[in-house]
């Protein structure tokens, strides 16, 4: 007859108890260990942010660019299939916007927006004409939107736009500045550029041959970029330039720019 193991003493019992009480006790974390923890974390996070802003600064002059080149990727496949001309000089029986803008010197402006309603088979949506950067453009859902809404607040027309428009610009003209940041500005066309803000003329006149003269301030205000602007050349490259950059560029095209801003009635673009 097999023997009977012997019964746990009681005693047992409670010191196995006690055992994973004082395990569980040692496992557990305390108020003051929790507090610690928390303290850490803030103080990683705070030495964080920095680096995040700045990698954000970083990566919105980047997006800006990457949308210029996109736009004129646009402004090329249009041009393969209307004679290497660009929708500003194409009528809209033809499938442009040279009715919309008018003609030079007196373009209208408030228009702007119609050349990119016409690309916008080829840009797929209206968040490519609208930088990071800028605040005071809201891109709408889509290029429908943007061409019947009327509030400027919501996207209509120019209210999604961030980007200029050369519409003397072509093909055979390489070195031309094409496109880019709106808020180009210079003394004489906007004394009140002190306080940073881009002017709001409608359709400013860059003249090469007075880029050291009296036009020797033509260069970009602090509203996108912090003074540094990205145009797209109508070779299609894209640059990233100063004010001295962008007035080198005028220079060296040796034409004058009439540029259609993306321009907001009652509003300082």
Avoid at 6 to 19: E, G, S
Avoid at 51 to 70: D, F, G, M, V, Y
Avoid at 100 to 126: D, H, I, K, Q
Avoid at 185 to 206: C, D
Wanted: hydrophobic letters at 40%.
């Amino acid at each position: 007859m097999a023997e009977s193991l012997p019964r746990p003493r009681q005693t047992d019992q409670a010191d196995c108890m006690n055992q994973l009480h004082r395990g569980n006790k040692d496992r557990a974390f305390t108020l003051i260990e929790l507090v610690v923890v928390i303290t850490m974390l803030a103080v990683i996070g705070a030495m964080l942010l920095p680096a995040l802003a700045k990698a954000q600064s970083t990566a919105q002059p980047a997006n800006c660019a990457n949308n210029l080149k996109r736009i004129g990727v646009a402004f090329r496949l249009f041009a393969t299939d209307h004679g290497g001309r660009f929708p500003m000089s194409v009528t809209t029986n033809q499938g442009g916007a040279g009715d919309w803008l008018g003609a030079s010197p007196n373009m209208l402006a408030a228009n702007t927006f119609r050349v990119f309603v016409v690309l916008s088979n080829e840009l797929a949506t209206p968040k490519i004409v609208k930088c990071p950067s800028d605040s005071k453009r809201i891109a709408p859902s889509n290029f429908v939107d943007m061409a019947d809404l009327t509030d400027f607040g919501k996207g209509a027309k120019n209210g999604a736009v961030s980007y200029f428009v050369n519409p003397d610009a072509d093909e055979s003209r390489p070195l031309a500045i094409l496109a880019g940041d709106r808020n180009i500005t210079n003394l004489t066309l906007n004394p009140s550029v002190g306080g940073g803000t881009a002017y709001s003329k409608q359709s400013p006149g860059l003249k090469w041959t007075l880029m050291e003269t009296i036009m020797k301030s033509t260069g970009w205000s602090t509203a996108m970029h912090n003074g540094v602007g990205t145009i797209l050349l109508s070779d299609g490259s894209v640059r990233r330039v100063s004010g001295a950059g962008l007035r080198q560029q005028v220079k060296d095209a040796m034409e004058d720019h009439l540029l259609l801003f993306p321009y907001v009635p009652n509003k300082n673009n």
